[in-house]
């Protein structure tokens, strides 16, 4: 017969690719952890892994074994967090997806918080672009998203926890930085740093100015960035400009550049989590949404957010 610890111990092994490591994560010794999967083995009556690969992979029907075995360990999880909803009790494991203009500057924000308020929960976060946090979801491999709302899929549901507006962040010696406020026909493509493709912020950024989706001639050096903390350094060294989500500019440098807001109807953006099963883990995600709108909220009122907005959609 299979056990829970069996599947569990190699399911470490695919995770980590080492005997070893996989040892220390499952909190057993190495030669427990061999035992056990060398008695999975012989039950299943071939090999799960090739031990001569460095690092040790699985072999073709240990890999179609394994596929399965997640499956299984996730409908698990699934069970023992619906005792946990019974109770109302904030226990176990959650997986959070998060995007990359947000993970930097919202999760610092409630970790701590969160994790002396709820001991016995294990909240696992991990940054990942919009479609990623999508189709995490679709196949049941994270609890909830945390990400710019609404996005309107199908079978997701979404709940906003806050919005966030956006500012200007402008180098010294640019023309831009001697002025109170923008509007947004004022703002230049030849002098705007921008995220890559794939993230949804620059996606609203092109919307909100306007622009065709690429970097004017004028600038001799063409790059586009993964993160917001990139193109602030850019700015600071290279010259131009970009626009940042508010929480992104609680740490800026004032020497090198500064902040304008924006003229009239401020850019905003919602933020909140996306989830596929409304009742699975509510009290879990109840609390963390809960933790992340304090959190949030309580830093975006120290930036004096505008009175008139304009939402954009993350698309």
């Given at each position: 017969?299979?056990?829970?610890?069996?599947?569990d111990?190699?399911?470490?092994v695919?995770?980590?690719?080492h005997?070893?490591?996989?040892?220390r994560?499952?909190?057993v010794?190495?030669?427990?952890?061999?035992?056990?999967?060398?008695?999975?083995?012989?039950?299943?009556?071939?090999?799960?892994?090739?031990?001569?690969?460095?690092?040790?992979?699985?072999?073709?029907?240990?890999?179609?074994?394994l596929?399965?075995?997640?499956?299984?360990?996730?409908?698990?999880?699934?069970?023992?967090s619906l005792?946990?909803?019974?109770?109302?009790?904030?226990?176990?494991?959650?997986?959070?997806?998060?995007?990359?203009?947000?993970?930097p500057?919202?999760?610092p924000l409630?970790?701590?918080?969160f994790?002396?308020?709820?001991p016995?929960?294990?909240?696992?976060?991990?940054?990942?672009?919009?479609?990623?946090?999508?189709?995490?979801?679709?196949?049941?491999?994270?609890?909830?998203?945390?990400?710019?709302?609404?996005l309107?899929?199908?079978?997701?549901?979404?709940?906003?926890l806050?919005?966030?507006?956006?500012?200007?962040?402008v180098?010294?010696?640019?023309?831009?930085?001697?002025?109170?406020?923008?509007?947004?026909d004022?703002?230049?493509?030849?002098?705007?740093?921008?995220?890559e493709e794939?993230?949804?912020?620059?996606s609203?950024?092109?919307?909100?100015?306007?622009?065709?989706?690429?970097i004017?001639?004028?600038?001799?050096?063409?790059?586009?960035?993964?993160?917001?903390?990139?193109?602030?350094?850019?700015?600071?060294?290279s010259?131009?400009?970009?626009?940042?989500?508010?929480?992104?500019c609680?740490?800026?440098?004032?020497?090198?550049?500064?902040?304008?807001?924006?003229?009239?109807?401020?850019?905003?953006?919602?933020?909140?989590?996306?989830?596929a099963r409304?009742?699975?883990?509510?009290?879990?995600?109840?609390?963390?949404?809960?933790?992340?709108?304090?959190?949030?909220?309580?830093?975006?009122k120290l930036?004096s957010?505008?009175?008139?907005?304009?939402?954009m959609?993350?698309r």
């Amino acid at each position: 017969m299979i056990s829970l610890q069996q599947l569990d111990y190699a399911l470490a092994v695919d995770t980590f690719r080492h005997i070893g490591q996989a040892a220390r994560a499952c909190g057993v010794t190495q030669p427990t952890l061999s035992m056990q999967l060398k008695k999975l083995e012989e039950h299943l009556d071939y090999p799960l892994f090739d031990r001569d690969k460095k690092p040790i992979l699985p072999t073709e029907r240990g890999f179609a074994f394994l596929q399965q075995a997640r499956v299984m360990h996730r409908e698990f999880e699934k069970l023992e967090s619906l005792v946990g909803d019974a109770r109302e009790e904030v226990a176990g494991e959650f997986r959070l997806g998060v995007i990359p203009t947000l993970s930097p500057y919202v999760v610092p924000l409630f970790v701590d918080k969160f994790a002396l308020s709820y001991p016995k929960a294990r909240l696992l976060i991990e940054e990942m672009k919009t479609d990623e946090v999508i189709a995490a979801l679709s196949k049941d491999s994270i609890d909830a998203g945390l990400l710019a709302l609404p996005l309107k899929v199908e079978g997701l549901h979404e709940e906003v926890l806050f919005e966030e507006f956006f500012q200007i962040y402008v180098a010294k010696e640019h023309p831009m930085a001697q002025k109170k406020s923008i509007t947004e026909d004022q703002l230049d493509a030849s002098d705007l740093w921008l995220l890559e493709e794939g993230h949804c912020f620059r996606s609203q950024i092109l919307k909100l100015c306007s622009l065709k989706p690429r970097i004017a001639a004028q600038r001799n050096i063409q790059f586009q960035s993964g993160n917001l903390e990139t193109l602030k350094k850019l700015v600071e060294r290279s010259g131009g400009y970009t626009i940042l989500p508010a929480l992104a500019c609680l740490d800026t440098r004032p020497s090198r550049a500064t902040l304008l807001n924006f003229k009239g109807p401020v850019p905003t953006r919602n933020v909140g989590l996306i989830y596929a099963r409304e009742y699975l883990k509510r009290p879990y995600r109840q609390a963390l949404a809960l933790s992340i709108r304090e959190a949030a909220l309580k830093e975006l009122k120290l930036l004096s957010p505008p009175l008139k907005t304009k939402l954009m959609g993350p698309r």
